[in-house]
């Protein structure tokens, strides 16, 4: 396990090999180093669900049941965490990944999967992170090296939560939750959670996957004077996540979940596949994922 120090005039950034994460991403403004992500310990042992970004492949969220079809043959998957009925967000976020390029600036990792008895997907997923001014780029990228299946791509960042934080996403709709951490209905999206002109994160819990999404969000941050846009062109959705006290006695309202993705949540059974993508042997998908630093000119407030 390995971690990799990524550096600009105006950004600073650590990837680590244990689990494809970012355990940092920081602004620098006037001397000052200003985390843009829930800033994590720079510990190459550090787990995705501590780190500051981890990778969704090959797909995000959860799986109803553990149960599929894909071309009339029957899938099933295991949980891989024990607080969890559900497979959960892929494998990707738990593997191990190789170092294949890094520089000063950009960075390059390699996992491969095989199929296991915990789930079907056999693949290549490759990495690749660079800094360039006040921007970041990542790409994700997948091969199937299995049996047709359907495939997802998307992140999981954590982004730094203040009390003056607002969003800025526009969407069509929404899905309710329903227990076990599925979603439930589509449904239109209701005035707390409209992200459409800008508004604050509720403080209460959120766990909700959003549809319609043009591929472009703006985070503010008006007390430290900054702006983050967003650009994931390739993602038609978006899932939003808040903590609370009952889910992790120890949050403390300083972060939350913005998760672009290609698919919508539990689509593996769904008539329309909602994003996902099913990859003949062999075949491969991308995203790339834009993340940009300003002040606030121009920004939502």
């Not at 660079?130 to 997948?142: I, N």
């Not at 996540?241 to 539990?266: I, K, L, N, R």
């Amino acid at each position: 396990m390995a971690l990799i120090d990524l550096h600009t005039e105006h950004l600073d950034a650590t990837v680590s090999t244990l689990g494809g994460t970012l355990l940092r991403l920081d602004a620098r403004r006037g001397g000052e180093r200003l985390p843009l992500l829930r800033p994590a310990p720079l510990d190459a042992t550090i787990p995705a669900l501590r780190s500051a970004c981890f990778p969704l492949v090959p797909f995000g969220n959860r799986v109803r049941g553990n149960r599929f079809a894909c071309e009339g043959r029957p899938y099933a998957l295991e949980p891989n965490q024990l607080w969890d009925e559900h497979y959960l967000h892929g494998d990707g976020w738990l593997g191990r990944w190789s170092l294949a390029q890094s520089d000063a600036r950009s960075a390059t990792l390699v996992y491969e999967h095989p199929a296991d008895a915990a789930t079907p997907y056999a693949y290549r997923a490759t990495q690749h992170f660079a800094l360039s001014g006040d921007t970041m780029t990542m790409t994700l990228a997948v091969t199937n090296l299995g049996a047709p299946l359907p495939f997802g791509l998307g992140w999981h960042p954590y982004f730094v939560l203040e009390p003056d934080t607002r969003l800025q996403a526009p969407a069509t709709s929404y899905w309710t939750e329903r227990e076990h951490y599925l979603p439930g209905d589509e449904a239109p999206v209701p005035e707390a959670l409209d992200f459409r002109a800008g508004a604050p994160l509720p403080r209460r819990w959120v766990n909700n996957g959003f549809a319609g999404w043009d591929g472009a969000a703006r985070i503010v941050w008006p007390g430290r004077d900054l702006a983050l846009s967003i650009e994931a062109p390739g993602a038609g959705y978006y899932f939003v996540f808040v903590s609370d006290t009952g889910f992790d006695p120890h949050y403390h309202h300083d972060y939350f979940c913005f998760e672009p993705m290609t698919h919508a949540a539990d689509s593996h059974a769904s008539p329309d596949p909602r994003g996902l993508v099913t990859l003949a042997t062999g075949a491969d998908m991308a995203l790339t994922m834009r993340l940009t630093v300003s002040n606030l000119a121009g920004a939502c407030r």
